[in-house]
T-cell receptor
Framework: DSGVTQTPKHLITATGQRVTLRCSPR?????VYWYQQSLDQGLQFLIQ???????AKGNILERFSAQQFPDLHSELNLSSLELGDSALYFC????????????????FGAGSRLTVL | DAKTTQPTSMDCAEGRAANLPCNHS???????VYWYRQIHSQGPQYIIH???NNETNEMASLIITEDRKSSTLILPHATLRDTAVYYC???????????FGAGTRLTVKP
């Protein structure tokens, strides 16, 4: 158990639907990252939040949105789902600047597997 | 705009050292080199990171060249459980969005 909790583990839905993926970061971590990994593909960075504020944006579609709440958990909302959105979605957390070394080590959750039929 | 270059795949015999290279010729002075690995659809796992000096922990060693343009991850005694995709990432300073490339698929063979 990495300390990063993602729910649900598996989700099957239909095209056109909307889903919400949830992430609880490791205790003490202020930053949350979201990644998408399609079948046999690399990890695509979607978005990063730090203490409730958006910090960096990657290849996130307009149909996708995310937020980080005051308790630091984060949600990734995927709407108007398409077959191509089927993927593993990973959340990671980090202290982000809290370490003396200035490094930023990410701890990943186990992922949420989304299947769009 | 990949900041690192890694071989697509490598094989290693069980019990031998696995040496995984990474080129990062455009690395800037305040950027770290990080290594993660992903074992078949599991969440990526942090291995090690470094800035200038060589680093060692219970999992691996990281050798960074003096000009910092390349590095090598060393798994001293590879086991079958080390079969995974290994990602080399450069990140730091004003850039904290950690972007993964294609990585190196390491296969440890009996």
């Amino acid at each position: 158990d990495s300390g990063v909790t993602q729910t649900p583990k598996h989700l099957i839905t239909a095209t056109g639907q909307r889903v919400t993926l949830r992430c609880s970061p490791r205790s003490g971590d202020l930053s949350v990252y979201w990644y998408q990994q399609s079948l046999d593909q690399g990890l695509q960075f979607l978005i990063q939040y730090y203490n409730g504020e958006e910090r960096a944006k990657g290849n996130i579609l307009e149909r996708f949105s995310a937020q980080q709440f005051p308790d630091l958990h984060s949600e990734l909302n995927l709407s108007s789902l398409e077959l191509g959105d089927s993927a593993l979605y990973f959340c990671a957390s980090s202290v982000e600047g809290g370490g003396i070394s200035g490094a930023n080590v990410l701890t990943f959750g186990a992922g949420s597997r989304l299947t769009v039929l | 705009d990949a900041k690192t270059t890694q071989p697509t795949s490598m094989d290693c015999a069980e019990g031998r050292a696995a040496n995984l290279p990474c080129n990062h010729s455009t690395i800037s002075g305040n950027e770290y080199v990080y290594w993660y690995r992903q074992i078949h659809s599991q969440g990526p796992q942090y291995i090690i990171h470094g800035l200038k000096n060589n680093e060692t922990n219970e999992m691996a060693s990281l050798i960074i060249t003096e000009d910092r343009k390349s590095s090598t991850l060393i798994l001293p005694h590879a086991t079958l459980r080390d079969t995974a995709v290994y990602y080399c990432i450069v990140c730091g300073g004003n850039n904290n969005d950690m972007r993964f490339g294609a990585g190196t698929r390491l296969t440890v063979k009996p």
